[in-house]
């Protein structure tokens, strides 16, 4: 039975940093792929980044590249997400979602996701 679990959000300022994880079970074998998303409200849920459980490296929505990064540590199965140089447009509801297959490059597409997390608040302010 798959389970997504994040946590670390919080508070921040302008061009703090955050450091987001999500905790991966369930899933059969190391073929799988785990997404960020995030939602504010009004606003359609976008996709952050995504990396697949065997992968080096990730795939990123254009306007975080270079300050947001993905990664896999495949012992714990947790997925990460480091956030730097916040905006306050990064404010949101972020979401860990997780498909049971595998990817040539991995999807920021919402309707490609099967498990969902239970989010965890991201608050840019001053």
């Known amino acids: 039975q798959v389970q997504l679990v994040e946590s670390g959000g919080g508070l921040v300022q302008p061009g703090g940093s955050l450091k987001l994880s999500c905790v991966a079970s369930?899933?059969?074998?190391?073929?799988?792929?785990v997404a960020w998303f995030r939602q504010a409200p009004g606003k359609e849920r976008e996709g952050i980044a995504c990396i697949g459980f065997d992968d080096r490296n990730g795939n990123y929505r254009d306007s975080v590249k270079g300050r947001f990064d993905i990664s896999v540590d495949k012992g714990k199965h947790t997925f990460y997400l480091e956030m730097n140089a916040l905006k306050p447009e990064d404010t949101g509801l972020y979401y860990c979602a997780g498909v049971g297959r595998p990817f040539r490059q991995c999807a920021l597409d919402a309707d490609e996701y099967r498990y969902w997390g239970q989010g965890t608040q991201v608050t840019v302010s001053s």
């Open positions: 369930g899933f059969t074998g190391n073929y799988y792929t």
